[in-house]
């Protein structure tokens, strides 16, 4: 391979001034805000139930006051939500590989807009259980595709903040409602998860496609389109940025038809079943830190500590505002430290904050000493502000940063049902916990995230800033890669390269075929060769942009 450093050096300041651009521009950031819509959506359905469990109407309506497995009832109410998470994830893992992410969204906020109309509707426990468990198949979309390298974690942090502001919201509704007089006040906070799910319905006939998936179906021209749209800038009237990125997916999607995409495929490939490890334990340690259990539980805790139930409500709300204001901070940083660092400090500072609860706790639960139980709401929002700013977004981009192109559908997915099933866990767990153990239930989210940032500091690959097709280099897959960014990087581009092509290149409808004769991938190294960048982008012939 030519060794394009050399060969260029004549070049070295257009390059450093095309790495300073950030080729955002107002189109990307409305379509980001949209699709970041599905995760306030999602955290809107989910966290719904902290303050309905808290409204004396529902208690009462669904006799959870009487009914002697009312602990039982009260843990499915919140964990089958996840577990519908579970069949969710990799249903939308498959759907939307075979059908686009549209589809997949449009499926997913369909069945958030259904089972809020018939959780609204639900007359017993059974059957607001059954629909929570279809309300957990809305998983949201992550935004690591659209986004350039240079602040993909800025951008994908905002799924974060939209999850935020799904809970922060549901959190305010149920305080406003807890005000409003009849025995159905409860249902109006549920009714009011279609909102989301309805807007985004509207909208999303709008919304671009993911190029890589156009690109993978042989949409060419559709793919570059949205390509120039999302990327062009005034500071690159040539876009030379878009370019390159197209060029760099289009010939990645050629080569990843051909690799091995199933779930059986990713264990047996060493480098992809170390992504898949890496992801399971990442998730795990995640929700093992406890802050799901704290949200939907926030009445039991807080009641414990001796609130009635307009302060369980405006603690329930402050809380989640918290989450919402660090998770805007963390977007001011988090593409300035290493990923592992910054996951691995946010697992210490929460185990140490979930330390100095327990301790609290121990103490003062059952008494009346107001500083101590001062202190425990104290510590508890100090919990929510580190969680928020080093791991509700960085843990999310981590992820999609680590899986190649080929298969990163499937890390998603299998990153959102090892969320469900911890959640799933923890939360079915939590109130006979709480009253069985107390303080001690919190031993075990210290525990875990003591464990999950000694492994992620000492072990996990940092992906900072790096492009997603080149991180596969990292995990010993080099020649999963066909063209580096740097390569491009280091390559003029002429005015004049697409003008014609964009009009002359017609679109394709079919998929991109496989080459003859040649097998799946079975592992990381395959024999079809990668494809240097040109040593000058006037080189390439008039459409072998497309097809060169």
Same mark, same amino acid.
Request: hydrophobic residues 45%; aromatic residues 14%.
């Given at each position: ?30 379509? %980001? @805000? ?6 306030? +959506?999602? /955290?809107?359905? =989910? !966290?719904?139930? &902290? ?12 006799k ?9 009832? %009260? @843990? ?6 996840? +577990?519908? /998470?579970?069949? =969710? !994830?990799?249903? &939308? ?11 997949s969204?449009?499926?997913g ?8 109309a ?32 240079s ?8 799924h974060?903040v ?44 709008w919304?671009?496609e993911?190029?890589r ?21 005034v ?20 080569l990843?038809?051909?690799?091995e ?19 399971i ?34 603690f329930?709300g ?21 990923r ?15 330390s ?49 192109s ?8 299998l990153?959102?049902?090892?969320l469900?099933v911890?959640?799933?866990m ?11 153990i ?15 940032a ?15 097709e080149e991180i ?12 580096y ?13 697409l ?12 998929e ?37």
């Amino acid at each position: 391979m030519a060794d394009l450093t050399t060969v260029q050096t004549t070049q070295t300041n257009p390059s450093v001034r095309f790495n300073r651009q950030q080729h955002i521009n107002l189109y990307s950031l409305l379509v %980001i @805000g949209f699709i970041t819509l599905s995760s306030a +959506a999602y /955290g809107y359905a =989910g !966290s719904v139930i &902290a303050t309905t469990l808290t409204q004396p109407s529902f208690t009462k309506h669904m006799k959870l006051d009487e009914l002697p497995n009312a602990e039982a009832l %009260i @843990g499915a109410m919140n964990a089958l939500y996840y +577990a519908g /998470g579970v069949f =969710g !994830s990799f249903f &939308a893992g498959w759907s939307s590989n075979k059908y686009g992410r549209k589809f997949s969204a449009a499926l997913g906020n369909f069945l958030v807009l259904l089972s809020g109309a018939l959780l609204t509707a639900s007359v017993n426990p059974g059957m607001f259980i059954a629909f929570r468990f279809l309300s957990g198949f809305g998983v949201p979309l992550w935004v690591a595709e659209l986004a350039p390298p240079s602040i993909r974690g800025i951008l994908t942090d905002v799924h974060a903040v939209g999850m935020m502001v799904g809970y922060t919201l549901a959190c305010y509704v149920g305080l406003g409602f807890y005000f409003v007089r009849g025995t159905n006040q409860w249902r109006g906070p549920i009714a009011l998860q279609m909102a989301f799910p309805t807007i985004i319905l509207c909208g999303l006939y709008w919304m671009p496609e993911s190029p890589r998936f156009l690109l993978s179906k042989g949409r060419t021209d559709h793919a570059w389109k949205i390509i120039h749209r999302m990327h062009s800038n005034v500071n690159d009237p040539t876009d030379e940025f878009a370019k390159r990125e197209f060029y760099q997916m289009r010939k990645q999607i050629e080569l990843d038809v051909t690799f091995e995409t199933s779930y059986l495929g990713i264990f047996k490939q060493p480098s992809l079943r170390k992504r898949a490890l890496m992801t399971i334990f990442l998730e795990f340690c995640l929700m093992s830190s406890g802050v799901l259990v704290i949200l939907n539980y926030g009445s039991i805790i807080w009641r414990s500590l001796g609130f009635d139930t307009v302060q369980i409500l405006n603690f329930q709300g402050g809380f989640q505002l918290t989450g919402f204001v660090f998770n805007v901070v963390a977007m001011l940083f988090v593409d300035k430290i290493k990923r592992p660092t910054l996951i691995a400090t946010g697992f210490i500072a929460c185990a140490a904050c979930m330390s100095i609860e327990a301790a609290l706790q121990r103490y003062y639960i059952g008494t009346t000493d107001r500083n101590g139980l001062i202190a425990c709401a104290f510590i508890i929002f100090l919990f929510q502000a580190t969680f928020s700013m080093f791991l509700d977004g960085p843990t999310y981009f981590y992820i999609a940063e680590i899986w190649p192109s080929h298969v990163r559908s499937q890390g998603f997915a299998l990153a959102m049902a090892i969320l469900s099933v911890t959640n799933l866990m923890w939360l079915q767990a939590a109130p006979h916990a709480f009253t069985a153990i107390a303080w001690k239930f919190y031993l075990f989210f210290i525990c875990i995230p003591i464990l999950g940032a000694v492994v992620v500091f000492f072990t996990f690959k940092d992906t900072l800033h790096k492009p997603l097709e080149e991180i596969a280099a990292m995990f010993g897959d080099e020649d999963t890669v066909v063209v580096y960014q740097r390569e491009l990087q280091l390559a003029s581009v002429p005015l004049d390269l697409l003008d014609d092509a964009m009009t002359e290149k017609g679109e394709t409808g079919g998929e991109i075929e496989e080459v003859e004769n040649v097998p799946k991938a079975e592992h990381s190294k395959t024999d079809a060769p990668r494809t240097e960048a040109p040593k000058s982008w006037a080189e390439l012939s008039h459409n072998q942009l497309y097809t060169g």
